[in-house]
T-cell receptor
Framework: DTEVTQTPKHLVMGMTNKKSLKCEQH?????MYWYKQKAKKPPELMFV???????INESVPSRFSPECPNSSLLNLHLHALQPEDSALYLC?????????????FGPGTRLTVT | GEDVEQSLFLSVREGDSSVINCTYT??????LYWYKQEPGAGLQLLTY?????DMKQDQRLTVLLNKKDKHLSLRIADTQTGDSAIYFC???????FGQGTELSVKP
């Protein structure tokens, strides 16, 4: 099983809303990632959790707040977003800590900020 | 630097072979990957190659790695309409992606 699941599939939110994106994997992977992707562009790394600890924050604005409650779950809390934050948000996981082994991606959450 | 470059667009006829190219500048990583992204979907890992290999074949896919020229290619044999997608090469533990090549397969 190489499945990473993400919910919701689509999300529309206003600039004053608070929402959360969820990601789950049951492959026993110890690194999990959040990426942001604009249409027809490569994914851009946002955050990396390795062994449930935040190991990389790619200078992401504080309106994005990641959380890793356990080794299978990864959340991205959203607050006071801007229209330019509209994008596909992808979660990924890899086996043995950040940077080790191939990454498996979820289907993404398509976020629209109005 | 860690730039990865790809040509942006490729159009082929069904049944032909497709070759997608990627040029990179940083050779310090152990693995190089190819990902496929269909419209509205996430990224699917297609294949990967170790940096100490020159070639890897997996069914219709052939990956060639030229370390001297820092050039990676993905060949898809007998290309089908279902192969239409964006293909990204990627490099390194932190996954630096190329710009992506949009493959269009015409019947």
């Amino acid at each position: 099983d190489t499945e990473v699941t993400q919910t919701p599939k689509h999300l529309v939110m206003g600039m004053t809303n608070k929402k959360s994106l969820k990601c789950e994997q049951h492959m026993g992977h110890r690194a999990m990632y959040w990426y942001k992707q604009k249409a027809k562009k490569p994914p851009e790394l946002m955050f990396v959790y390795s062994y449930e600890k935040l190991s990389i924050n790619e200078s992401v604005p504080s309106r994005f707040s990641p959380e890793c409650p356990n080794s299978s779950l990864l959340n991205l809390h959203l607050h006071a977003l801007q229209p330019e934050d509209s994008a596909l948000y992808l979660c990924a996981s890899s086996q043995a800590g950040q940077g080790k082994g191939e990454q498996y991606f979820g289907p993404g959450t398509r976020l629209t900020v109005t | 630097g860690e730039d990865v470059e790809q040509s942006l667009f490729l159009s082929v006829r069904e049944g032909d072979s497709s070759v997608i190219n990627c040029t990179y500048t940083d050779s310090s990583s152990t693995y190089l990957y190819w990902y496929k992204q269909e419209p509205g979907a996430g990224l699917q890992l297609l294949t990967y190659i170790f940096s100490n290999m020159d070639m890897k074949q997996d069914q219709r896919l052939t990956v060639l790695l030229n370390k001297k020229d820092k050039h990676l290619s993905l060949r898809i044999a007998d290309t089908q309409t279902g192969d239409s997608a964006i293909y990204f090469c990627a490099w390194g533990g932190k996954l630096i992606f190329g710009q992506g090549t949009e493959l269009s397969v015409k019947p």
